[in-house]
């Protein structure tokens, strides 16, 4: 069967039944049973695969076939998490082997949201963070946070505001997180970005992301903010110069639904292929600006259909969309979702959001005085994350409860909360 490594810096994280993979290369997290797992932490380059199989079968008890071992190996491969060695040798830096989770959920989240700063020079209409108060946290009390993210194996933290490069310790952040192991990405309006700053965060941050809501300047300013426009364009094109890699976040409301493919041919002018489509929901008091810009069942179809049409016409467009939107792809088989990390609404199960003042909720649109989790300053991350596990538990965004003529479900409790009488949790 000949030699495979694991892909260089590839993180694993034992879970209650298997555990989390995580590819910093292309940030792509997949959920594997204990076999698998098993056959990762075993794969590094020095054994033979049928030398692994014999192993994870005397361990395991595994009634596992040669052929469903070399599919999984083949899966590995496509993911980009293990690599064909041409000769012995290469091998992978041992990673500690920790018993088994033992818990009923996660021992960590897979991403840790920051909100670096609540401050903006701009005012885009739907923003979660606007008119928040407050003094922002100190550098050393998100060091502080980062070493306790780092014992927990968190894979990722998405580092955003307000405008994160009003932020004067944004590289500093960034870097710490990066020596700790764990991937900062950076979302941006990219007003203020600039060659230098580029330079700097190039070695060290795995991605910008730029937003984007209409393909050309006056929709685009007149549904987000004057200045907005200038800003995506402005920093698209320094991101490109400088060779940093970047993706494009789109948000599609009822006014922006029939522009999705001139907005995607404009990002892909920009040098990237890499687009997130968003949805709106409801940003703290701003439930007006919400009930405009929802996008009701008939929309979700027109999205989900128009989504299809741009993944066949453009197969090299990294297309993926927000926990929000995972149920218009109820179609799919759920086995299949779980490779691929589409859980529905994640929020306080595989990520938490920590606000500028370091207070914690599930998400940035769950900022409700019942879901309130905590604050890093006054108590440990860990403690926060186990509250965190029970109270979101509850809540109502299990898209995978379909019924068989294939309903779209609603899997985001931000938006049941505005739309629905039912109780959240």
């Not at 949805?279 to 810009?293: A, L, T, Y």
């Not at 538990?393 to 379909?402: F, P, T, V």
């Amino acid at each position: 069967m000949g030699f495979f490594s694991r892909t260089q810096q590839l993180v694993l994280r034992r879970e209650k039944d298997g555990g989390l993979v995580f590819n910093p290369k292309n940030t792509v997290t997949i959920e594997v049973d204990k076999q698998a797992f098993r056959l990762l932490e075993l794969i590094d380059g020095t054994r033979r695969l049928r030398d692994i199989y014999n192993q994870i079968k005397n361990e395991t008890k595994a009634t596992m076939t040669q052929q469903e071992f070399l599919e999984v190996i083949t899966k590995l491969l496509n993911y980009e998490f293990i690599v064909k060695n041409s000769r012995i040798g290469g091998k992978n830096v041992v990673q500690p082997i920790n018993p088994w989770f033992k818990g009923t959920w996660l021992s960590a989240p897979e991403k840790v949201h920051l909100m670096v700063t609540s401050k903006c020079n701009l005012s885009c209409k739907g923003c979660f963070a606007k008119n928040r108060t407050g003094k922002d946290l100190m550098i050393n009390q998100i060091k502080k946070l980062i070493d306790q993210l780092a014992k927990m194996r968190v894979f990722q933290l998405a580092i955003g505001g307000g405008e994160p490069f009003l932020c004067k310790d944004i590289v500093e952040i960034a870097q710490y997180a990066r020596e700790n192991k764990i991937l900062p990405n950076i979302t941006t309006n990219g007003t203020l970005l600039n060659k230098t700053l580029a330079t700097k965060l190039k070695p060290i941050i795995g991605r910008l992301q730029f937003s984007l809501i209409a393909p050309n300047i006056e929709k685009n300013d007149e549904y987000r903010s004057k200045g907005a426009w200038d800003g995506f364009i402005r920093g698209c094109q320094i991101a490109r110069s400088q060779k940093l890699n970047f993706g494009v976040n789109v948000l599609i409301t009822r006014n922006t639904l029939s522009m999705l493919p001139q907005i995607t041919k404009l990002i892909l002018k920009q040098g990237t292929t890499d687009i997130n489509i968003l949805r709106p929901k409801p940003p703290g008091d701003q439930n007006n600006w919400f009930n405009e810009n929802h996008l009701n069942e008939a929309d979700l179809l027109i999205l989900k259909s128009s989504l299809i049409k741009i993944q066949q016409k453009y197969p090299m467009v990294n297309l993926t969309i927000d926990c929000s939107l995972t149920h218009i792809m109820n179609y799919l088989p759920i086995k299949f979702c779980q490779e691929h990390g589409i859980f529905g609404c994640t929020a306080g199960k595989r990520f938490l959001t920590i606000l500028a003042n370091g207070n914690v909720y599930p998400c940035s649109f769950l900022d409700k005085d019942f879901l309130f989790l905590g604050n890093i300053q006054k108590q440990p991350f860990r403690e926060i994350w186990k509250k965190a596990t029970k109270v979101s538990s509850g809540l109502k965004s299990d898209w995978n409860n379909r019924n068989q003529k294939q309903k779209l479900i609603e899997c985001c409790p931000a938006i049941t909360l505005v739309t629905a009488s039912e109780e959240l949790i």
